[in-house]
Structure formats: structure tokens, C-alpha cells
């Protein structure tokens, strides 16, 4: 993969989209590559969540161990997506299993450090908030048609 | 076969090729014409009606090639009296075949646009025939992306053709699950994530959806959100039926017969009826 | 079925040789079907004899009410509409679609639908006229045509009647259907009746309307026998127990589909269908296959069906039109709204039997001058 500036890409990635400059140098400053390799854990359910990834390439599953079914996977995330919201919303433990299902390469933030930062300022923390309560929203509305399993049996006419 | 424009309600015999299973409770069927015709021709997005002897009929989308129009495609979902029979043929035994009938896919008017389509469940199988068609004259459109969605990996039809699919450097494949077990190396999540980073253009796209009517208006939305406007967007409607020519009133849709003026709708000329309640 | 021909003026039979015309139709070979008491109502089954039609009989009608008297005089067509319509016979209630043989290649249809036979309709009001003319634009107009509809409407024979009264629930006058006949009849009779004569004022509608009276005793109307019959008309127009304001009546259904009023109707509507049974336009048909036990002989029937059951718009494990809400508004919009779409009139004729027959007297105009009122399109 060619080097490109952390501030770049996180400049041009949605989730910083409408940041203003300190923030974002200092989003860049939190932030490092990491890498994954196909099957690698990324974070288990229960651990501490101080971090966040944004996917620059490759595939995570989220995933649960549910008894009897082995584990289940309930959403996968990939190529420009945000892995990880439990950082900003107190317990800060992660809800879920996130395992590589490729090589996947990824930028990784200090979640616990911009935390800390945004208990001092608060612009920063309402930044910081409205993102991930959009992306909360995405998954929720995504979880919710997933709730109504519109695949399901059901006495049928056409098709 | 025409349904006969002098008896539109007497169904013509055609005779069951083959059978093959594609999930526990779908299955397609090959099918010949018992009475000597040579094929059946049709255009993607009609259907047939579906005729057990001295059982029921039911309307089904033809799911095969319109090209080749030699054998008659139907894939069936086992959920009543009816559709059970039809997924349980005896060796050589006979259907009876109504069709075809409705309205079909854009595939003239997208010439030249990009081609999204968006299907969920069994909702690919009235799609294939547009896909088929598409690809067959690949030249005449942009690019070309396929979105599926089903409940698990083993819900998912055409098993072996999806990877052929996907296999095809001008096609752009994705699939995805509303979940899985910890094997599936896919996309777990709902259809509608698929959107946001296919690849296409919203102002050049026509855009084809066929699905339960939940994931359809969730699919119509996220369509909108990325820019590709109602009238480009095409979608196919179900409604119950029972003589698929406009007389026996059952499949009405606000205005429209489902039978005659659909199934496949332009999405903003039935989007007012799309989103009342109990229409 | 043509307009009234220039060149025939209207004639006069006179009642006692009303008799001659049912069996002139006889002879040729028609079905003469007409008006009779049973069951205390008026309707419409096999008329050989004039004595068995509703001499000095009339009807009153309101929301919910129905109930024949008898009248002061002797007139043969005092009443105005009972429960049944001639949808009875041009669109029958069952009717075997087809019969086919199964074996070792499929199955071989046999046989279709019954021949009917000709069939000559004595007594067609003016709103039924029209709702002839209405089932004729959803079985014959389009793409594909019903094969029972047509072979039953092509010979049929209409002898129309002018309405010399309306009932509490006639509103044909709202709906530009009557009470004059004016076309798509061979036969157009006014009765006339006072205390020296009773005739018949005939105008002619067609050729064959007009070969069918050559054959019965008649003569030409003099200027006051038409004014006479003009005048009876003229009357009933002006007693109509209901009216329905249809000014922009699709576009004002259209815009409402959430108004409150639904809820207000669903509460009283039991959903029992009478409304779609009466009404003479309603052509909503469910079908039915059948085997014998050795699964050697099958048929297709069809049968009647109504909007108003939960079976009706039945998919995928359960009804789209689940609440009663949902299938009264389905019912009326169509009737008066989503129709004229579909087929270029109003569903609806005025007849007024669906508010007679309506066992809880749900009056369509009412509903539709109160959405008209709580317009919520604006």
C-alpha cells in the first residue's frame, strides 16, 4: 500500500468530515496503522474499548458466541467503515467479538486518550458525539430490519 | 404459450424437466410444453400462473433466460397447499401454465445508464431474467452491480451461479446476510449497507428492486439517499391473485392491477400508494 | 346496443299487450328474464307471464330498510330496485370455467363455460343501464375479455324501463345515470297510468329493438302520450332521496386516505359484504379448483367474491387489509375514485342499494360528503 499522510486520510474519511483544524491534528496524533491478519481478534467482548478503527481495506466480523450455534455473526464491517463506538459511551467495554475475516488493514485512534481530552473540552466532546451517535444510528436502524427477519416463512403467493 | 386471448383462464400443459433444490424450501423447476409448442417466450419481470391439476394455481415469476426460451424456469417457494405440490413433482409430471403476464423489467430504457440491482430473499429470482439479459448484451450498459440479500448463507439462491457471477470482471457482485455462523467469510448485515459503496453512478443508473416490501422501502430510501432519482427506480410488487388478467379484482394496488399494470412498477408513479398503510 | 335510432318515433303499447312482447322474445328463442316478487322483495328471475310480475306492488327504501307495499293501482313497474341486478346473469354468482380430463399427458380441457343461451332483460332501469355499460368497459375493453361476460352481453335483449318514481335512496340524478334511459337499450318502456288507460310509451333503441315491437301489437304515441311520459320522468328526477356531490370526487378520495372518517365508518361497518352483493358494478370474482376423489376429472370454477373479506388481498402469512378501516376504504375509493382511473367512469351508478342493504344504513353519500367536509387533502 503507498504511504499516505495520516492527515490526509483521515481528513478525507466521512467520519472526520466538518472537523475543524486543532481537532483533526489532534485526531492524527491519537492515530497509528495496525494491521490484521486473516483470522486475527481484534477485540473480545468484556475487554476494555479504548479504541476505534477506521477500515481502510479488508473485512471484521462482529460476532457473538451464542450456546449451541458456536459463534454467530451479526454484521461485518469493511473498506471505509468505523469499527467501534463503545469507547465514547460509558461502561467502555466492548459489546462483541471482532475478529479479521481477511487481511485488513486499518487506522487505529486512542479512543481513551480523545476521551479524556473531551471531558476537558466540550466542543471537542460534541464533536466527537454527534459522529458516533450517527453511526449508533446507522447500526441500529440496520439491526432493526435484521430484527424483523423479512426473509422469514410465511405462506406466500408470488415467488 | 399466450394465454389463449379467447380463454385467458384455461392453462396449457407443460411438463416437469427437472427439479433442483436450491434452499429446504425452494427449489426450481425446469419445464417443457406437453403439447408440442416449441418454447415460451417472455420478457424479464413477468410471470406466470401455476396450475396443479385439481389442486390451486398460484402466480410465479418466470426465472429463467429470456434468450432462450426453449424451457420454462420457475423457482418456487414451498408455503402452501399449492406450492408444495409444485415443489414435489412426481417424475414427468404435468403443470398447467397460464402466461405470461405483466408488465417487465426496463431493460431497453437502461441502455446506456448504469444498472443497479438491489434483491432480497426470493426476490432475486425475478431479477435473473433482467440479469441474463444484461449480461448478454453487456456492451450496451455502464457498469452493472448485483446486491443480495438473504437470512443466512444457506438461503441463498443460485449458489453456484453467484460465484460465475461474481467471477466476471464487468460485474460487480455483493452479497450479504442477515447472519451467519462463525465459517461464512461474507458480508453479514442487511441488504441495504450494500448501497452506500457499490459502484455506479446515480445520475446514469436505472435501479431495479424486488424484495419483501419492508426491505424494498428501506432499499427505496437509501437509493434516494445516494442520489438516483424515483423515476429511474423500478420495482415489483406482489399482491394476491387469482386470475392474472384484471377481472377478479384481488390484486389491486391503489389504482393499478398488480396482473396488468404491474408487476413491475416505476417507483415514482406508485409512490404515494407505496407508503399508506393497509392499501 | 346503439343509440336511440333518429328515424323510429316513439309508440304506444298498451298494457294488455305488454303480454305479446315477452312472447315474441320467447319465440326467437331468448331467456325472458324480469321482475317478481319473492321472498318479500322485488327481483329479477324468469318472467313468462305479466301476471307474474309486481303488479300494484312498490317499494320503500331508506338506510337499512326495505319494504314493499302495495300500491293504490295496478301499474306493473311501481317500484324502483330490489337486491338483485342483471349482473346476476351477465356476470353470474358461480359459473364453471372450465372441465378437463387428467391423465398419463397432463390434463385436456374439455368443455368451457355453459352456453346462457340468449337472454332478454324486461325492466332495466336506467342506473342498471349503465352499470351494464360499466361491466362492459372491465370485461370487454381491454387487453384480454371475460369469454362468459361477452357470450352472455352479446345477444341479450333490453327492454328498458323509465323510472316513474325514486326511493329514499336513489341518487342516479347525482351521478348523471338517470332516471331516463337514454341509451344501450333495444326497448325503452314509460309506463303510464291513470284512472282510464294504461299504456306504454316505446321508444325504440335499435334495429332489432325495432323488428321485436314490429311483431307486437303497437301504434304511434301521440304528442300528449309523450308528454305524459315526460312528465312521470321529470317527477321521479325530482324525488331523489339522496344526492353525491362529484365535483373532483377521484382527486378528493385520492388525497384522503388518511382521514380520520375511516375510522369513524369502520366502527359501524361489519364488514359483511351485503354492499358488494347488491351493487350492481361490483365484479370482484374469486376461483376455485376442484377434483373429483380419483383426481381423473377437474374443473375450474368461479365464484363471486367481496373486497370485505380478510381473504381477499391474502398474502404471505397474513391480509394486507387487515382492519376493517382498511377494506371499507378500499371498497369506496375504488367505487368512486381508483375506478374512473382504471376504466374511465364512475364505479358507481346511484342506484342507492348498498344503503338499503346495508344492515347498520352506511350511506356512501354521507361518508363521502363528510370527507368532502374534513377534506384533509388541503
Not at chain 2, 400443459?13 to 406437453?34: C, M
Not at chain 2, 418454447?39 to 429463467?64: H, L, T, W
Amino acid at each position: 500500500m503507498a504511504t499516505e499522510s495520516l492527515e490526509r486520510i483521515l481528513g478525507e474519511h466521512p467520519f472526520f468530515k466538518g472537523l475543524e483544524e486543532p481537532y483533526l491534528q489532534l485526531f492524527v496524533d491519537c492515530a497509528s496503522n495496525v494491521r490484521f491478519n486473516a483470522g486475527e481478534t481484534i477485540f473480545r467482548e468484556g475487554g476494555d474499548a479504548d479504541k476505534f478503527y477506521l477500515i481502510r481495506q479488508g473485512k471484521v466480523a462482529l460476532e457473538t458466541a451464542a450456546p449451541q450455534r458456536g459463534s454467530v455473526i451479526i454484521q461485518t464491517l469493511g473498506e471505509g467503515e468505523v469499527l467501534g463506538w463503545s469507547w465514547l459511551v460509558a461502561p467502555y467495554r466492548w459489546r462483541f467479538d471482532a475478529r479479521a475475516t481477511e487481511l485488513t488493514r486499518a487506522i487505529a485512534l486512542d479512543g481513551k486518550c480523545l476521551r479524556g481530552r473531551s471531558e476537558e473540552d466540550h466542543d471537542l466532546g460534541y464533536e466527537l458525539m454527534k459522529r458516533a451517535a450517527q453511526i449508533m444510528e446507522q447500526r441500529l436502524q440496520a439491526a432493526r430490519l435484521q430484527l424483523l427477519d423479512v426473509y422469514g416463512s410465511g405462506a406466500g403467493s408470488k415467488r | 404459450m399466450m394465454a389463449t386471448l379467447s380463454d385467458p383462464m384455461a392453462p396449457s400443459p407443460f411438463r416437469v424437466q427437472g427439479v433442483r433444490k436450491e434452499t429446504y424450501d425452494t427449489f426450481t423447476l425446469e419445464l417443457l410444453p406437453a403439447n408440442g409448442a416449441t418454447g415460451f417466450a417472455f420478457a424479464p419481470g413477468q410471470f406466470n400462473m401455476v396450475y396443479v391439476s385439481g389442486v390451486g394455481e398460484v402466480p410465479i415469476s418466470i426465472s429463467g433466460d429470456p434468450a432462450k426460451p426453449r424451457t420454462l424456469i420457475h423457482t418456487v417457494r414451498s408455503v402452501g397447499t399449492v406450492t408444495k405440490k409444485i415443489c414435489q413433482p412426481q417424475a414427468g409430471s404435468v403443470l398447467g401454465v397460464r402466461g405470461p403476464f405483466g408488465s417487465s423489467w426496463p431493460v431497453e430504457q437502461a441502455v446506456g445508464s448504469d444498472v443497479v440491482i438491489v434483491c432480497g430473499g426470493i426476490g432475486l429470482a425475478p431479477l435473473r431474467p433482467a440479469l441474463y439479459h444484461v449480461m448478454a448484451n453487456r456492451g450496451k450498459y455502464g457498469r452493472v452491480a448485483l446486491l443480495y440479500g438473504a437470512r443466512t448463507p444457506e438461503d441463498l439462491l443460485y449458489k453456484t451461479e453467484l460465484p460465475k457471477w461474481r467471477g466476471q470482471f464487468d460485474l460487480q457482485v455483493e452479497v450479504t446476510v442477515d447472519s451467519a455462523t462463525g465459517g461464512w467469510r461474507g458480508n453479514v448485515g442487511v441488504v441495504t449497507t450494500l448501497i452506500p459503496p457499490a459502484r455506479f453512478d446515480p445520475e446514469n443508473t436505472v435501479a431495479m428492486v424486488c424484495g419483501p416490501e419492508v426491505m424494498m422501502r428501506f432499499t427505496l430510501l437509501e437509493l434516494e439517499k445516494r442520489g438516483v432519482p424515483s423515476e429511474n427506480t423500478f420495482v415489483s410488487m406482489e399482491r394476491n391473485m387469482k386470475c392474472a388478467v384484471g377481472f377478479c379484482g384481488h390484486c389491486q394496488f391503489g389504482p393499478t392491477f398488480i396482473c396488468k399494470d404491474g408487476p413491475v412498477f416505476r417507483f415514482d408513479q406508485i409512490q404515494p400508494f407505496f407508503v399508506t398503510r393497509e392499501i | 346496443m346503439g343509440n336511440p335510432s333518429q328515424s323510429a318515433e316513439p309508440a304506444v303499447l298498451e298494457r294488455d299487450h305488454l303480454q305479446s312482447l315477452l312472447d315474441v322474445l320467447s319465440k326467437r328463442g331468448f331467456r325472458v328474464l324480469g321482475p317478481t316478487v319473492r321472498d318479500r322483495a322485488i327481483v329479477y328471475d324468469d318472467l313468462t307471464s305479466v301476471a307474474d310480475a309486481p303488479v300494484g306492488w312498490t317499494d320503500e327504501q331508506d338506510g337499512g330498510t326495505y319494504r314493499l307495499k302495495k300500491r293504490a293501482d295496478g301499474a306493473l313497474f311501481g317500484y324502483t330496485k330490489g337486491p338483485t341486478s342483471w349482473k346476476n346473469f351477465l356476470h353470474p354468482s358461480v359459473v364453471r370455467l372450465w372441465r378437463a380430463k387428467t391423465g398419463g399427458n397432463g390434463f385436456k380441457i374439455e368443455e368451457g363455460a355453459e352456453n346462457a343461451g340468449k337472454l332478454a332483460f324486461i325492466g332495466v332501469r336506467s342506473c342498471d343501464l349503465h352499470a351494464i355499460a360499466v361491466q362492459d368497459k372491465v370485461f370487454l375493453d381491454g387487453k384480454y375479455s371475460d369469454p362468459v361476460y361477452k357470450a352472455r352481453r352479446k345477444d341479450s335483449f333490453i327492454v328498458a324501463v323509465n323510472c316513474g318514481q325514486a326511493d329514499g335512496t336513489c341518487f342516479c340524478v347525482s351521478m348523471n345515470t338517470g332516471p331516463k334511459a337514454t341509451s344501450g337499450f333495444d326497448l325503452a318502456l314509460t309506463e303510464v297510468l291513470d284512472a282510464k288507460r294504461h299504456y306504454f310509451v316505446v321508444e325504440i333503441g335499435t334495429k332489432q329493438g325495432g323488428e321485436v315491437l314490429g311483431q307486437v301489437p303497437h301504434k304511434p304515441a301521440a304528442a300528449t302520450e309523450k308528454a305524459a311520459a315526460e312528465r312521470i320522468v321529470a317527477e321521479a328526477a325530482g324525488r331523489m332521496g339522496r344526492t353525491m356531490n362529484t365535483k373532483g370526487i377521484k382527486e378528493l378520495l385520492y388525497g384522503n386516505y388518511d382521514n380520520p372518517r375511516w375510522d369513524d365508518v369502520a366502527k359501524r361497518c361489519l364488514t359483511c359484504g351485503n354492499c358488494t352483493l347488491v351493487c350492481p358494478t361490483c365484479f370482484c370474482t374469486t376461483v376455485e379448483d376442484t377434483t373429483d376423489l380419483a383426481g381423473e376429472h377437474v374443473e375450474r370454477w368461479r365464484k363471486l367474491d367481496s373486497c370485505f373479506t380478510m381473504d381477499f388481498s391474502y398474502i404471505h402469512g397474513g391480509s394486507v387489509r387487515a382492519s376493517n378501516r382498511a377494506r371499507y376504504r378500499q371498497w369506496m375509493t375504488h367505487k368512486l375514485a381508483t375506478w374512473i382511473d382504471q376504466f374511465g367512469t364512475s364505479g358507481c351508478v346511484g342506484c342507492g342499494r348498498c344503503i338499503t342493504w346495508c344492515p347498520v344504513a352506511i350511506d356512501i353519500t354521507e361518508e363521502a360528503g363528510a370527507i368532502r367536509k374534513s377534506d384533509k387533502s388541503r
